[in-house]
Structures are given as structure tokens and as C-alpha cells.
């Protein structure tokens, strides 16, 4: 799950989010505890202008850790 969290990070940084968006995906399919996976997906949608799944995924960040980084919503 951290190779596929680690493989969207890099496909993000690189603006390929539809990319990172399913290396994301398979994260969290394969850790559903993996907190970071999540985040980095709400990220994302975000940027995709998706604010109900963003949100979604954030709020499932932070149910498992606190101190994850979603995005700021207004």
C-alpha cells in the first residue's frame, strides 16, 4: 500500500492526477488504515474540483490519524 501511496505522490508532483488518483485508490483498497493514502487522495479530488469526495476521504483521514494533511475546506 506505501509503494502505491508512494507511486501517486510522484505521479501528483508531476500533474498527472488522474494517475495518482488510482495509485491512490489502490492505497486505500489495499490499507484501509492508511491515513497519509487518504489525504493525498482528498488532495486530489480537490484539485479535480471533486469538494463531496474530497471531503469524504478527509474525513476518513483523520478518523485514523488526527494529524493527517487534507485540505483546507472554506
Known amino acids: 500500500a506505501s509503494a502505491y501511496n508512494l507511486r ?3 505521479h501528483e508532483a508531476k500533474n498527472d492526477l488522474q ?3 488510482a495509485d491512490y ?3 486505500v483498497e489495499t490499507d484501509t488504515k492508511l491515513a497519509e493514502a487518504f489525504g493525498n ?5 480537490m484539485k479535480l474540483g471533486d469538494e463531496a469526495k474530497a471531503r469524504e ?3 476518513a483521514a483523520k478518523r485514523i490519524d488526527r494529524k493527517v494533511k487534507v485540505p ?3
Open 8 to 10: 501517486g505522490m510522484c
Open 41 to 45: 487522495r482528498a488532495m486530489v479530488y
Open 19 to 21: 494517475q495518482a488518483l
Open 57 to 59: 476521504d478527509a474525513t
Open 72 to 74: 483546507d475546506f472554506k
Open 25 to 27: 485508490t489502490k492505497a
